[in-house]
T-cell receptor
Framework: AQSVTQPDIHITVSEGASLELRCNYS??????LFWYVQSPGQGLQLLLK??????LVQGIKGFEAEFKRSQSSFNLRKPSVHWSDAAEYFC??????????FGAGTTVTVRA | GAVVSQHPSRVICKSGTSVKIECRSL??????MFWYRQFPKQSLMLMAT?????????EQGVEKDKFLINHASLTLSTLTVTSAHPEDSSFYIC???????????FGPGTRLTVT
């Protein structure tokens, strides 16, 4: 069975500083990997996805993620955080049957 | 493109009543829809997979008689919480898959409060 670990429950970052959110997965086959963002009381918005090819993936809102097979990781980064980036971030791994398994999420707080 | 809506966005019901939540894919046909449940400050937990024209597949521990799912068309799936109790209060989110690739498109969620 697949699983997703997001080691950081809560991260606080200053506006303008860089942000990195960690994600490790366990899955026997080639995974489909996703990062989603959720604002309070809202649904999920897809930031980026990795299916195959270039291991550095660019997403929306200035986010990028790098797939490292050797480390079973898919970490999310943003060079300069904006106050509007404060939200909950979920990493997810997709299987061949299209089901998704989500990590526990990382709450990002942005301080002025 | 790829917009998924849910209705209602919020619902409050009394214990013992049933509540229906609709999930619609607005601009594509969804061969598969998924229903998730999310408790406060927790992750999404897959409840069931809904395929158009066939019975839903429930995840382990999810009561199929409690959470009735109907996927009558390629653009609509409904989740009915039967005989709701306060412990069913949660945020319910649906997603839709159009049959190509692995991406799911998520609805905005429905906040259910059972009093």
């Amino acid at each position: 069975a697949q699983s997703v670990t997001q080691p950081d429950i809560h991260i606080t970052v200053s506006e303008g500083a860089s942000l990195e959110l960690r994600c490790n997965y366990s899955y026997g086959a080639t995974p489909y990997l996703f990062w989603y963002v959720q604002s309070p009381g809202q649904g999920l918005q897809l930031l980026l996805k990795y299916f195959s090819g270039d291991t550095l993936v660019q997403g929306i809102k200035g986010f990028e993620a790098e797939f490292k097979r050797s480390q079973s990781s898919f970490n999310l980064r943003k060079p300069s955080v904006h106050w509007s980036d404060a939200a909950e971030y979920f990493c997810a791994v997709g299987r061949n049957d299209y089901k998704l398994s989500f990590g526990a999420g990382t709450t990002v707080t942005v301080r002025a | 493109g790829a917009v998924v809506s849910q209705h209602p966005s919020r619902v409050i019901c009394k214990s013992g009543t049933s509540v229906k939540i609709e999930c619609r894919s607005l601009d594509f046909q969804a061969t598969t829809m998924f229903w998730y449940r999310q408790f406060p400050k927790q992750s999404l937990m897959l409840m069931a997979t809904s395929n158009e024209g066939s019975k839903a597949t429930y995840e382990q521990g999810v009561e199929k008689d409690k959470f009735l799912i109907n996927h009558a068309s390629l653009t609509l799936s409904t989740l009915t919480v039967t005989s709701a109790h306060p412990e069913d209060s949660s945020f319910y989110i649906c997603s839709a898959h159009e049959g190509a690739g692995a991406e799911q498109y998520f609805g905005p969620g429905t906040r259910l409060t059972v009093t």
